[in-house]
């Protein structure tokens, strides 16, 4: 037998393989395919272009958040202070909107605030070395009393006002029946740039590589010379900059807010990233299956309803999909470590 022949009856015949740390992320596929077709089968209307359209438009919003909480998830973080930034920018805006500043500098402003919130996360993380949970805790409480303190009352937007760009829909199909129109607006571009920014940011730079290093293992990538603290505050001033834009997309869409918007939108951000197979301890996880998280999480809701289930029970399973996510999390990296 010539060594050639050798090798060929020695080498070991290579299959298709899936990454176990994937295994969530194509959990979520499966579960938010099995919806699609539960409703579908029942109801009739889960795959028309009306229902897809209504899905994108009335949860653009989530879809942002769910990029921004990645960012702080993917390093053992998390940011709880998101749904409080929606409401503080969102009564501020609407105010300064009734006064009868232009909006484009009202946007501007909601974007700022959002920014300093952000900031003072990271100052509080990295200066006086509080642990994520408990800084953006506080500044979850600070955003939440001052949105109270400025206004009560339910806002809506003065007419004529240029948010309804945001909110105009354009049709992609335009037909007979208005259930089968496929309709977005400017805040589904809006959800989609963040998408790709997201993962232009992730997959494409160098601070992308810092955070998930930080993931890994924080000391070791201070030890590799990774400029760890400045992407500390990258992550947590990206993370409450985007919630003041789902602030601007939310609130463009409704034309109202309160100073009670947004309150558990945190929760909701962070299922949809465990959903979507980031690990809660940090190191793994993609963009687009924190996208795909917040589709799980947005179907929930008129699935429920058409079922006629009560809407306290859409929090019990919000909750019970998060639990078995991080256990199938825990399960997967149990059986990596033993081998």
């Excluded at 989609?192 to 290093?213: M, N, P, S």
């Excluded at 992407?231 to 001033?237: A, D, H, K, P």
């Excluded at 306290?312 to 998060?322: A, D, K, S, Y």
């Amino acid at each position: 037998m010539t060594t050639a022949t050798a090798n060929k009856v020695k080498a070991p015949k290579k299959g298709f393989k899936i990454d176990r740390q994937m295994i969530p992320t194509l959990a979520a596929v499966v579960i938010f395919i099995l919806m699609i077709i539960m409703g579908q089968a029942m109801f009739g209307t889960y795959l028309r272009l009306g229902f897809v359209s209504s899905l994108f438009i009335d949860h653009a919003y989530l879809i942002i958040l769910a990029v921004a909480m990645t960012l702080p998830i993917l390093t053992g973080g998390i940011d709880l202070s998101v749904g409080a930034i929606v409401a503080i920018t969102a009564v501020i805006g609407l105010k300064l909107a009734n006064a009868g500043v232009p909006s484009i500098l009202v946007m501007i402003i909601m974007l700022l605030i959002g920014a300093v919130f952000g900031l003072l996360a990271g100052t509080l993380i990295e200066e006086f070395n509080m642990q994520p949970f408990i800084a953006t805790l506080s500044t979850m409480f600070l955003a939440r009393g001052l949105a109270s303190i400025i206004s009560t009352d339910s806002l809506t937007f003065p007419d004529g006002n240029n948010f309804n760009i945001i909110s105009a829909e354009i049709k992609i199909i335009d037909r007979p029946k208005i259930s089968h129109d496929l309709t977005i607006n400017v805040g589904v571009i809006i959800a989609l740039l963040v998408v790709v920014f997201g993962y232009i940011l992730l997959h494409h730079t160098r601070t992308g590589r810092t955070i998930y290093a930080i993931g890994g293992s924080r000391s070791s990538a201070e030890l590799m010379g990774l400029p760890v603290k400045r992407t500390q505050y990258i992550i947590y001033l990206t993370s409450a900059t985007l919630a003041a834009l789902a602030s601007i997309v939310y609130t463009a869409n409704i034309g109202s807010a309160k100073n009670t918007v947004g309150v558990g939108w945190e929760l909701d951000a962070v299922a949809s990233v465990v959903i979507g197979g980031t690990i809660i301890t940090g190191g793994f996880g993609y963009v687009l299956g924190s996208v795909l998280g917040a589709l799980v999480r947005s179907i929930l809701d008129p699935l429920t309803t058409d079922l006629g289930v009560p809407a306290e029970w859409t929090t019990i399973v919000i909750g019970l999909m998060i639990l078995v996510f991080v256990v199938l999390q825990r399960a997967v990296m149990a059986v990596g470590e033993k081998k």
